[in-house]
């Protein structure tokens, strides 16, 4: 039986079948808190006298009409398809089915706010939840118009792709009757409804068309909501990209709404965009958040054209929607905002995912390939987003800004409204660039893998360069040699710094590379191979330059080179090549100085890891002590309500479990002890509040207090996180039960839980939860919705234990339902074991290089 999935196969044959028109879709979203009514009129064409399917999940299936036939449900609707068959040149489908809401995040999802009891909806559609809404075939080519008529409680706003109508009302009901979209596909429609704050503005089309733009929040939020921002940053990115696409925006308005328990940053529906409200900021956040926001903002701004006007014909070439989305978002954040560091940024935390996701064992071509939608679900990754937008800037460095973006607005006047292959892109490209990028595509989109740099350099005893070269390699499991358009730079230290006095670009290829330019020049203190990160792959720096870095790191100038270097030190210490002792001492002893929020935080998060994982246990308490007395020290003497003075306090928090550490958290939280500038506003009261319940010095009365000052949803999620944090085995199985043994929590309340369960100063409390875990993995894949499977099984993974047990556990699961066994692991569920047990395997390797340091 198909379950919930689709094949490639199967997509592509009903493509081959199956011409769509139309939608009329009809919603009554006053007929109770667990269903609401769902009506699809479909028009299609089709091959005469074939057969198909159409897709649906619902609880409930009342009426089949295929071209004036009654076709009784019980037999024609089974899993999630509705089978249709002799069917004609012309056909006309109506649906009449019961949907359900889902709290999931998938489908339609609802939420009843615990501060007022009012009542909010939205849709989360990509990749396979239209059809938990209403009949469609889904699939991402088989687009058509879509004309949503909508029945809500009277006084709710409702927001589709297009402009909200006026309703016709009768009594405390309103109905709207939306116009048609454009041709979409269904995965980007939309309707989010209820009584939404909102606020609204304009601006000009390059065309001249007025598009209306709306911000919407819900009401208990309203107070939080920085509008004029968000309208700003907006209309920035209109003219960025309107200017650089050389194509007007495709649709009628712009809505942007920040929506409750929200699965991911957001979502491109049309004209229809839909945020986490982790960015409403109740308290304060980071810069790092903040800058985050306005890339999160031009990601789906981008998405309008590239993704909603022209779309990929199946999900293998999903990355053409998410690659070209990160890398415009970060070159307009970059040039168009005041965030002018972002592709800093992008290097920080981008790159890092990226480097990450594609040395593991489920890496994969950023070209992926997708034999159903089990398949996708996993592919939102650090490959597909990350690594494809690095790929692209080093691309647009090759071929040129101009070309490049002379080639996209090609592509998009040829396609508009349609579906491509990444064939279709490059054609475009090559005709505007005049380079064949047919061995490029195969060596960067159709291999996976990264590839390490390093420099070679000998001198002469008056430090003369005699030679200089740049050589490659690739690991085993992926050994492509690529060709990469790089810069080298030299950092010479002054008076005023470690400053950049030479700077050299070329194009690197297979395992040597000379640079003869480089001959003859004093070597420099610090070399610095992929200066301005143009390239994509791991650096390495040479011996002194390394030393250089360690004394001297933050003393140099330019924000990208120093987070470079960060970033070179991490991998070196991920790869075993540094001991994890000496990066906890390079940050220790050059954090302080960092301006860089993002490199901050970052580097900070990478450090807790270091100390929490991969360090050898003998001397783990140890550096995670000394870890916290630092933080807390550089707390202390930040600049007053400075960013680094934020993160120094919240990383703290994170670590603090000694007597003396935990005073001080317990003292900032009563006011007992105070840091010039800082607040201690919402949120950082529960961060403080779960140290001192990690350090078992608070517990379920001090929680019950919190959450009773804060009765909203946010505190709801914290204090789920906080419980699930004491650190009993009673309190841990309390939160695993509740999660895993009990079914219906939000997808909010499972995240906030399984981030308090795995939260151990001693992971030896988790310990007897291994075999647990393993033997609930097919259990919870079984029983739930592939997003809350994955948060589970992501989530509850206890990979702070990082020792042998878990390895050898994790790898008995996968050899026991390998190929061949009596139950074998679907793919996706395989993967995401194979992915955890790759992390704790790292983490013994690099333990057991710490422990010869």
Partial sequence: MPGENLTRAEAAERAGIVATQSYEIDLDLTTGPTTFASTTVVRFTATQGASTFIDLVAPTVREVTLNGRSLDPAIVFADSRITLTDLAEQNELRVVADCAYTNTGEGLHRFVDPVDGEVYVYTQFEVPDSRRVFTVFEQPDLKATFQFTVTAPNGWQVVSN????????????????FAPTPRISSYITALVAGPYWVARSELTSSDGRTIPLGVFCRASLAEHMDADYVFDKTRQGFDFFEKHFDFPYPFTKYDQLFVPEYNMGAMENAGCVTFTESYVFRSKVTDAVKERRVVTILHELAHMWFGDLVTMRWWNDLWLNESFAEWASTLATAEATEWTDAWTTFGSMEKAWAYRQDQLPSTHPIVATINDLDDVQVNFDGITYAKGGSVLKQLVAWVGLESFMKGVAAYFRKHQFGNTELSDLLTELEAASGRDLGEWSRLWLETAGVNTLRP???????????????????????????????????????????????????????EHTDVPELVGLARPDLVLINDDDLAYAKIRLDDVSRATAVEHLAEITDPLARALVWGSFWDATRDGEVPAS????????????????????TTLGQVVLAARSYVAPARRTQTLEAV????????????????AQFQFVKFFAQVASTPSQLDAIDALLTGDVELEGLTVDTDLRWELLFALVAGGRA??????????A????????QAAHARAAIPTIEAKQAAWSSVVDEEGKPNAIIRATTAGFVTAHDPQLLAPFVETYFASLFPIWDSRSYHIAEELIEGLFPAVLADDHLRSAAQAWLDAHAEGAERVAPPALRRLAVEGLADVERALAAQAVDAQA
């Fill in 456 to 510: 070679e350099i000998t001198a002469a005893a008056d430090g003369t360069i005699e030679s200089f070269a740049i050589l490659q390699s690739a690991a085993e499991s992926h050994p492509t040699l690529r060709p990469h358009r790089l810069a080298v730079g030299f950092y010479t230290l002054t008076d005023d710094g470690l400053s950049r006095t030479h700077r050299v670009e070329l194009d690197v290829a297979g």
């Fill in 710 to 717: 804060d009765a909203t949803a946010s505190g709801e999620q």
């Fill in 699 to 708: 517990g379920t009365t001090e929680i019950d207090a919190a959450l009773a």
């Fill in 582 to 601: 000496e990066f906890v001492r390079l940050v220790v002893n050059n954090i302080p100085s960092e301006t860089g929020s993002t490199t901050l935080r």
């Fill in 628 to 643: 916290a007395d630092a933080l807390w020290a550089f707390a202390q003497s930040a600049d007053p309500e400075s960013d």
């Fill in 162 to 177: 297009e402009p909200t109508p006026e309703p016709s009302v009768d009594g405390d009901k309103a109905t709207y009757a």
